[in-house]
């Protein structure tokens, strides 16, 4: 398979804890898939994207991508965070134009970057919110521009970090749905962490389900056969669907049931 983004015998071990988090973790993406990463709460899942991210150095093993070791952070790994990490004092507008400024901006002349800022807010159709503050629009506008600020940087690789954690089910529904057409639009890889299984189901390629913490590892991982373009309502009876979301609840529930949950 295409190694374009290599997890080899991760393992991740913080200073003061006498047990990893993380134990040879073995992955490989490939380029412009969509990655969604599950467990439960605690065995390592940020731990996981922080070290993709380039903010946190393995303790063993590393992450490789288009062949370059990865040893911190960097523009071709772009993060969104459950919580909106939007300058205040900028429009939408202004906040992506400043990361694209910092990114790409050396190689493009001043009316090319404007085209470019114009372009992905309307890929998360936020043109007309574009010169509002952060807080004069939703939570779900304020996730919408924070995606299209991790996009306007051009990165190889959408690092999700549970996006949509913090929105009601409807705003939720509707950012994942914005979600796939990007990913359809601009072939980005994506690796996303999620709590949501059906989330996991409707986004992704593959489920990379981890087992519990410490020492976690990946459990299990699950290819996600349904044809793209999906169609949440179309797949809500659609037994390819209802089978993935059935391995994966198996998984969490039977097989690695919530250690929090069965200690209480
Ligand atoms: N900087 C740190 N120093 C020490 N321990 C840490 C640090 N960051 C995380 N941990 C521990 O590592 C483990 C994994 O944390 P992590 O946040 O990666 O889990 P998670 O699967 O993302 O959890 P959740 O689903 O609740 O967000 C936890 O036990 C956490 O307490």
New binding site residues.
């Given amino acids: 398979m295409d190694r374009f983004l290599d997890i080899s015998r991760l393992s991740i071990q913080?200073?003061?804890?006498a047990v990893p988090?993380l134990r040879q973790v073995d992955l490989q993406i490939a380029r412009g898939e969509y990655v969604a990463v599950i467990?439960?709460?605690?065995?390592?899942?940020?731990?996981?994207l922080?070290v993709i991210a380039g903010l946190l150095p393995p303790s063993a093993g590393g992450v490789v991508l288009e062949g370059k070791e990865i040893d911190g952070p960097g523009p071709d790994r772009a993060v969104v965070f459950q919580n909106h990490s939007l300058l205040p004092w900028l429009t939408c507008y202004e906040n992506i134009r400043l990361a694209v400024d910092q990114t790409v901006g050396r190689k493009m002349s001043k009316a090319e970057r404007h085209a470019w800022v114009m372009e992905t807010l309307a890929l998360v159709h936020m043109t007309p919110a574009k010169d509002k503050r952060p807080a004069e629009i939703s939570g779900g506008m304020k996730q919408r521009i924070g995606i299209a600020r991790a996009l306007s940087m051009r990165p190889k690789v959408l690092l999700l970090d549970?996006p949509f954690g913090a929105l009601d089910a409807l705003t939720r529904a509707h950012l994942q749905d914005q979600v796939m057409e990007i990913h359809a639009a601009r072939g980005t890889t994506v690796v996303m962490?999620t709590?949501d299984v059906d989330e996991a189901v409707l986004l992704s390629d593959r489920i990379v389900m981890?087992t519990n913490?410490?020492n976690a590892t990946v459990g299990e991982i699950l290819k996600v056969e349904l044809p793209r373009p999906r169609n949440r309502l179309a797949l809500a009876a659609d037994p390819a669907f209802v089978a993935a979301r059935t391995a994966v609840l198996e998984f969490l529930h039977a097989r690695h049931a919530n250690p929090a949950m069965s200690a209480a």
């Fill in positions: 913080f200073p003061r804890s988090v467990g439960h709460s605690g065995c390592g899942k940020s731990t996981l922080n549970e962490i709590h981890l913490g410490p």
